[in-house]
């Protein structure tokens, strides 16, 4: 995913959009480590925060069936590699 699309849903989704999921494994590609950095620091450490929640499986009919809830507990860990600066 390219690094400037966290600007745009702060953008359209002021501040609103706090969780953004994807059903793929990651929003980086392995042939793209250095975009795929900058993305999830995009979206981890503007303002407000988006938190990723990766490797989604959306597939379950259920899901629009009915009113469910999703909790979510981020750990948040301090001087990693791919922390905020």
């Known amino acids: 995913m390219?690094?400037?699309?966290?600007g745009f849903l702060r953008m359209e989704n002021p501040p609103a959009l706090r969780l953004?999921?994807?059903?793929?494994?990651s929003i980086a590609i392995p042939a793209e480590p250095e975009e795929g950095t900058e993305a999830h620091r995009a979206f981890l450490c503007g303002s407000p925060h988006i938190f990723l929640l990766e490797d989604v499986d959306l597939s379950y009919g259920r899901l629009l069936e009915e009113s469910w809830t999703l909790r979510v507990y981020p750990v948040v860990?301090?001087?990693?590699e791919g922390g905020c600066r």
């Open 77 to 80: 860990f301090d001087d990693l």
């Open 2 to 6: 390219h690094h400037e699309v966290p």
């Open 20 to 25: 953004f999921g994807i059903d793929a494994i």
